[in-house]
């Protein structure tokens, strides 16, 4: 067998990986990020809305017009793969019809617009940087993924070891 950088058995050295990066390069899709193209944003929340409802069996229709200006208005970092996760969430903990832009920036991990204090008070219930997780919420979560802890972390957007102090917090572990 050859491997990429044509040295039977051995890894790809430096002229493998550029072999390989121009053998994938045929066509190249110039993409702006999404903070470029918000117009696309509503349209991707839509699939994502759809797709996640129907995993989780949820009744999830659409969004509030809160939460449509919520969306608009974030400055995406981390593209579609950050909104489509973001939904995940949201999807997964919500029971209404219409996501609320309450329930968007408890996905988003801010502070509910409820509790944010002034922007030089921070938050006292989210001192460790992670938002404010519930039982009920930790709880709800860990059923959805088959009590997984790894894929509860990456569900609620927080580490392993935060999740962890969370369980022992609740009593949970």
Not at 6 to 34: F, M, Q, S, T
Not at 118 to 134: H, I, K, M, T, Y
Request: glycine share 10%; aromatic share 6%.
């Amino acid at each position: 067998m050859v491997g990429l950088s044509g040295v039977e058995g051995g890894p790809p050295g430096r002229a493998g990986c550029e072999d390989l990066y121009y053998r994938l390069n045929v066509v190249e899709i110039e993409l702006p990020p999404l903070r470029e193209r918000r117009e696309d944003i509503l349209y991707l929340t839509a699939a994502f809305i759809k797709e996640f409802a129907r995993r989780f069996e949820k009744p999830v229709a659409g969004l509030s017009a809160g939460a449509e200006r919520l969306l608009h208005n974030t400055p995406w970092p981390g593209n579609v793969r950050e909104l489509r996760n973001v939904f995940e969430r949201a999807c997964m903990l919500s029971e209404g019809r219409l996501l609320s832009e309450r329930e968007v920036l408890a996905a988003l991990h801010g502070p509910s617009p409820a509790s944010a204090g002034s922007p030089d008070e921070p938050d006292e219930r989210a001192q460790d940087g992670v938002p404010e997780l519930d039982r009920a919420t930790i709880e709800q979560v860990l059923q959805q993924v088959g009590r997984n802890r790894a894929a509860a972390a990456r569900l609620l957007g927080i580490s392993r070891r935060v999740l962890y102090r969370r369980l022992d917090m609740f009593g949970l572990r």
